[in-house]
């Protein structure tokens, strides 16, 4: 099992920045592919970002790329992400998510899921 905590969401404005964290416990927190989905009001949930276990590859949403940025400190069972230039249609509910792969990016194959933190861009 692994259980999943986010924060740092809430409220800016457009063109500002803000950064997600997530704090993994359970089983070896290094063992594992991680990622961050978002589901807006109305939408699917979708899939943002995803890095490996070791943190050598990293994958973006074209929506996200370039403003983005995944990073994972395996020694304090976190993973981050990093967003600026935010923009109104990045509002959503932020998951983050584990899998017990160590590559995974599609939805299906993640297998551990936060609650979720909320974050509102403004205009």
């Known amino acids: 099992q692994v259980q999943l905590v986010e924060s740092g969401g809430g409220l800016v404005q457009a063109g500002g920045s803000l950064r997600l964290s997530c704090t993994a416990s359970?089983?070896?927190?290094?063992?594992?592919?991680m990622g961050w989905f978002r589901q807006a009001p109305g939408k699917d949930r979708e899939f943002v970002t995803a890095?490996?276990?070791?943190?050598?590859?990293?994958y973006y949403a074209d929506s996200v790329k370039g403003r983005f940025t995944i990073s994972r400190d395996n020694a304090k069972n976190t993973v981050y992400l990093q967003m600026s230039s935010l923009k109104r249609e990045d509002t959503a509910i932020y998951y983050c998510?584990?899998?017990?792969?160590?590559?995974?990016?599609?939805?299906?194959?993640?297998?551990?899921w936060g609650q979720g933190t909320q974050v509102t861009v403004s205009s």
């Open positions: 998510a584990a899998s017990i792969l160590a590559i995974a990016t599609e939805r299906n194959k993640f297998n551990y």
């Open positions: 359970g089983r070896t927190f290094g063992s594992n592919a």
């Open positions: 890095i490996t276990r070791s943190g050598t590859n990293t």
